[in-house]
């Protein structure tokens, strides 16, 4: 309990929101009216629940822990905001205690008349009154909070139609893996065609010419289109799922990782990104796949989509379109890492040791040459990891009632590798072609198009790489 005797009257005005008076450290307040005592922001705050939003200072009752006594007002240098004196708590007990003043009973607006305030201002001892002013505390909208991206991908340009990351953006990635991989799958499809035929009959099929000539022999040269139609669907729902699911995983596993970690592992967030977008593509994919395979490589099964999708189901039911997911799999996903990672290191590659000027001086389609030359390097990767499964996939859609593990022994080792040089001829095309037209798409919607990742200023600090 603190001492009475150690109480004393202290003149503190205000005028407008500027101190007369300084106040002392440490020091405690009363309110006159009531005697309630605490710190000078929450007594000012509690003296509205008398005054309303006129508050009178012609003498609180002060005590002062450094025992001093300033009676002297200030000069103007001296003087301070009021707001510097208040902390964000005694700002938050004040807003409270005003909106229950406001809501408070027509008692309170007649408990002290206006003499009071005529009292005070004819005392010689004080200055003129101010009105209290509600201070707002600035908010930070959590909407505006930037999170975290890879380098350079946390900003985008003023001429981009949309901010990185966002739902249009991922939206108009997916369209543009429609594009991408559904017009060039159907393109290839001559060449898909004796690839296939290659890996199920290489008695027949010996070499890439031979297979054309014996097609077009038996079949014409509408013969080297089959299966045009379920590859356009096919891999259009595929290269929705893979190029915009790739996009969204990318940024959900940099927000994860961090901006430091995700430069550091870069490499690794780019398979682990690619490889979860391809699990769901290869769903979608399935079906198309397996009537594909059929119409392509059994001569008089079916001719079209619409003969072959009823005759599967009444022959396997369900099950005939999807039992060769798990081969897709391990053909697509390995392919799939392959062809993100190698193709986004490949371009950090490029425009670091061959591209003679930064990617930020290089045109439009300067850098969609970058793009076509970093896909065509990458496919053939792509093309030598994935195709060993690609050849059990061809087999086990062709044959009814075999296993990927029966097909595999039934092969070999020599047999898995049949028709990868026209794969890596298509794959290498593809691929290629996928980011050409992935990128055009990305130019013309102006999305955003972050360079390759930079090191991120605090992870330089860190290294010592900066002064």
């Given at each position: 309990m603190i001492s009475s005797a150690r109480w004393r009257v202290h003149p503190t005005v205000f005028i407008g929101e500027a101190l007369q008076h300084p106040i002392l450290e440490g020091s405690n307040y009363r309110c006159r009216f009531c005697?309630?005592?605490?710190?000078?922001a929450y007594v000012v705050a509690h003296m509205q629940t008398h005054e309303k939003t006129t508050v009178i200072h012609g003498g609180f009752l002060m005590q002062s822990t450094s025992g001093g006594q300033n009676t002297e007002p200030p000069n103007a240098s001296q003087k301070r905001s009021f707001s510097l004196f208040e902390p964000p708590v005694a700002a938050k007990r004040r807003r409270h205690l005003k909106t229950q003043a406001d809501s408070a009973s027509s008692q309170d607006a007649t408990m002290y008349p206006t003499a009071l305030t005529q009292m005070a201002r004819g005392n010689p001892f004080s200055a003129p009154l101010f009105s209290l002013q509600k201070v707002e505390e600035p908010q930070q909208s959590l909407h505006g909070q930037k999170t975290r991206r890879l380098a350079a991908a946390a900003t985008s340009d003023e001429g981009d139609s949309c901010e990185f990351g966002s739902q249009k953006y991922f939206i108009l990635c997916g369209f543009g893996g429609i594009l991408s991989c559904g017009t060039t799958h159907t393109a290839v499809v001559p060449l898909d065609l004796v690839k296939c035929r290659m890996q199920v009959d290489p008695d027949k099929y010996k070499s890439i010419g031979k297979g054309f000539s014996v097609t077009i022999r038996e079949d014409g040269v509408r013969g080297l289109?089959?299966?045009?139609?379920?590859?356009?669907?096919?891999?259009?729902?595929?290269?929705?799922?893979?190029?915009?699911?790739?996009?969204?995983?990318?940024?959900?596993?940099s927000d994860l990782l961090g901006e430091e970690n995700s430069y550091l592992w870069r490499t690794s967030l780019y398979l682990a990104a690619s490889a979860s977008a391809e699990f769901f593509a290869?769903?979608?994919?399935?079906?198309m796949e397996a009537v594909k395979v059929r119409v392509q490589t059994q001569p008089g099964y079916a001719n079209t989509l619409r003969q072959a999708v009823p005759k599967m189901y009444a022959e396997e039911g369900i099950?005939?379109?999807?039992?060769?997911?798990?081969?897709?799999?391990?053909?697509?996903?390995?392919?799939?890492?392959?062809?993100?990672?190698?193709?986004?290191?490949?371009?950090?590659l490029l425009y670091k040791f061959v591209v003679p000027k930064p990617r930020s001086e290089c045109s439009k389609s300067e850098q969609l040459v970058v793009t076509f030359v970093a896909g065509y390097i990458a496919g053939v990767f792509c093309a030598i990891?994935?195709?060993?499964?690609?050849?059990?996939?061809?087999?086990?859609?062709?044959?009814?009632?075999?296993?990927?593990?029966?097909?595999?022994?039934?092969?070999?080792?020599?047999g898995v590798w049949k028709g990868l040089v026209a794969r890596i001829i298509m794959i290498g095309t593809l691929t290629a072609l996928q980011w050409f037209i992935y990128d055009s798409v990305k130019v013309y919607f102006r999305l955003p198009?972050?360079?390759?990742?930079?090191?991120?200023?605090?992870?330089?600090?860190?290294?010592g790489l900066t002064e």
């Open positions: 005697g309630k005592v605490g710190e000078y289109a089959k299966g045009w139609a379920p590859t356009f669907i096919g891999y259009s729902m595929q290269g929705l799922c893979k190029f915009g699911f790739y996009e969204v995983f990318k940024v959900f596993y290869d769903i979608a994919l399935a079906p099950w005939a379109f999807y039992k060769g997911v798990v081969p897709l799999w391990m053909r697509q996903i390995p392919y799939t890492m392959m062809k993100f990672a190698c193709f986004e290191r490949t371009v950090e990891v994935s195709h060993p499964a690609d050849s059990v996939v061809s087999v086990l859609n062709k044959e009814k009632g075999s296993t990927a593990v029966q097909v595999l022994k039934r092969l070999g080792p020599k198009r972050p360079p390759p990742p930079e090191m991120p200023e605090s992870l330089k600090k860190k290294l």
